[in-house]
């Protein structure tokens, strides 16, 4: 039998853990509201005054063109990958040429966005958290404030305007590479009959696929900069500050994306069937 | 005892606190500061590390928010400027940060044509030219305009700092730490900086500087009047923060043992409570 000292521990414990859930909830709450005026403070600076060319070009050029060749890799290998695993699956029912509508459709709605997404928080998302963290933490952001010059819209709108824009591209370059990657493990690797993997592959999917996928990465690219400005915004001092905010808004930029994901999953197909009927192949 | 009354003369004065104070969490950095800083003056803020003098100079220009208390500048409370008024009065400041806090990513060019770039919408040859002027004016050639900050010596990025503070022609300029890190003779050279920074605006409007340091030398050298703050974590409740607020030459003779451990640099009850052996 339980003592009554053991039944006062056992309260405590569970007053304690319904504290820490509480104090989670209200930590996760308040830094959700303010990542949410950050965002709304981002859209009005852009809605005010426009980036400069200059800063445009280089978030645009750091954010888009340098992430091409990992991209294009990633992606490549996903459509590799995905031949690699589904292959036997398909061969035991004699559907090998039917690889290429599954490999095509995984690529356009799910794994090109999400994976594209994911590589990006990590290379992009990561590298403006640290960037701006050590800005911040070399007091380089209160320097631009000290001048009369807003931080948001000298460092974050450039780079949200360069999340929204590239990585949807980025993500066109991930699916066109799975796509190849794909076709040609099935084709070259598989010896799988060229006709019937491509007339097959362009019959069970439509460009709403590939829409699905762009409309998706639109706003897992926001979701990417506002997070990973806003934590670079937020680090705290020292090397060990700035590389917790780099891990943090990848971490947090990964979970939205997922969220995100199903979300827009739900919302779009929603979308179609409302515009064009359950069914429908647009 | 009670909390020092406002500042009189504050309306008057170019900056001034009223009863200021910041808190972080469960620390309390600044306790119920007043003080004005009349224009022309050149006030040196000084007190041992953690006292809040940096907080206090960023507090200044709204760069950090009192948890209550007000900043004026120019009569007008920054807390209840809008947008566009606080950044038309952060134009009238010059900021040197401790580090100089030069964009790493960006040219010496970039960096000091900034403010005119931003705020004057100045042509990049006429921006250029101010830029060339400011940097003679600390001492720095035109060939350091290509390079990038790493590339400089840290006395020469605190010059660029300062070069850039003057690029607005402020009416205030605020030095977080200006002679910290540097050695002995570009120490003094930047004490004479601020002592020629302070007549640039001539008799009819003349630069108010506010200087936090440790360094007593430059304090002395470069202050009408020196304001000591002492850390509120080793004041009881009812004493004010403001440990000596008067002339600069005069603060040798305080009769405040706190004042004169600090001018004298002695370590004295600290070995104790540092417990060091």
Same mark, same amino acid.
């Given at each position: 039998m339980a003592s009554p000292n053991s039944a006062t521990h056992s309260g405590l414990g569970l007053t304690n853990g319904v504290a820490w859930v509480g104090g989670a909830v209200i930590d996760a709450t308040a830094s959700f509201g303010a990542m949410s005026i950050f965002f709304v403070q981002t859209l009005s600076w852009l809605v005010r005054r426009w980036p400069s060319r200059p800063l445009l070009v280089a978030s645009l050029y750091q954010i888009g063109v340098r992430s091409v060749p990992v991209i294009c890799l990633t992606g490549g290998f996903i459509g590799m990958v995905l031949a690699v695993q589904s292959y036997y699956q398909f061969r035991t029912f004699g559907m090998e040429s039917r690889l290429g509508v599954m490999i095509n459709l995984s690529m356009y709605r799910e794994l090109g966005p999400v994976l594209a997404a994911t590589m990006l928080a990590g290379r992009v998302g990561s590298a403006i958290a640290a960037e701006l963290g050590t800005m911040k933490v070399t007091e380089q952001i209160d320097a631009l404030a000290s001048m009369g010059a807003s931080p948001i819209q000298h460092l974050v709108a450039p780079r949200f305007l360069a999340c929204l824009t590239m990585i949807p591209l980025l993500t066109i370059a991930a699916v066109a590479m799975g796509v190849l990657g794909g076709a040609f493990y099935c084709i070259y690797v598989f010896g799988v009959d060229p006709y019937f993997y491509l007339q097959n592959a362009q019959q069970g999917t439509s460009s709403w696929d590939i829409v699905y996928g762009v409309i998706k990465s639109f706003f897992f690219g926001g979701a990417i900069a506002i997070i990973s400005c806003y934590r670079g915004f937020h680090s705290s001092a020292g090397a060990e500050g700035v590389g917790r905010a780099a891990t943090i808004s990848f971490v947090q930029s990964f979970v939205t994306i997922l969220v995100l994901d199903l979300f827009l999953s739900i919302g779009l197909d929603r979308l179609h069937d409302a515009l064009w009927g359950q069914g429908a192949v647009v | 005892m009670n909390a020092p009354a406002p500042a009189k003369d504050a309306k008057k004065a170019l900056v001034a606190i009223e009863r200021l104070s910041v808190r972080f969490g469960t620390q309390t950095v600044l306790r119920d500061l007043s003080l004005s800083v009349p224009r022309g003056q050149t006030l040196a803020i000084i007190g041992e590390s953690g006292c809040g003098k940096t907080v206090l100079l960023k507090s200044l220009i709204g760069l950090i928010q009192p948890t209550s208390g007000r900043v004026l500048f120019d009569g007008e409370p920054l807390g209840g400027m809008s947008d566009r008024q606080l950044t038309a009065a952060r134009t009238r400041y010059g900021f040197v940060f401790q580090q100089a806090a030069l964009f790493d990513s960006s040219t010496i060019e970039e960096n000091v044509t900034f403010p005119v770039l931003e705020h *004057? *919408?100045? +042509?990049p040859a006429e921006a250029r030219r101010m830029a060339v002027d400011r940097l003679r004016q600390v001492g720095l050639p035109e060939s350091v305009l290509t390079k990038k900050p790493a590339e400089l010596s840290g006395g020469m990025r605190k010059r660029v700092g300062l070069a850039r503070a003057l690029m607005m022609d402020p009416d205030v300029l605020l030095y977080d730490e200006p002679t910290t890190g540097l050695d002995p003779i570009m120490s003094d050279v930047v004490n004479e900086l601020i002592l020629r920074t302070t007549e640039l605006g001539g008799d009819d409007n003349p630069v108010t500087s506010i200087v936090v340091t440790h360094d007593m030398h430059s304090a002395v050298k470069v202050a009408d009047r020196i304001v000591m703050l002492y850390p509120v974590a080793r004041? +009881? !409740?009812?004493? !004010?923060?403001?440990v000596y607020d008067g002339p600069a030459n005069k603060i040798e003779k305080s009769s405040d043992p706190r004042v004169t451990q600090f001018v004298h640099g002695e370590a004295r009850d600290r070995l104790e409570e540092l417990q060091i052996a």
């Open positions: - | *004057r *919408r100045a +042509k004041l +009881k !409740p009812d004493e !004010p923060q403001i």
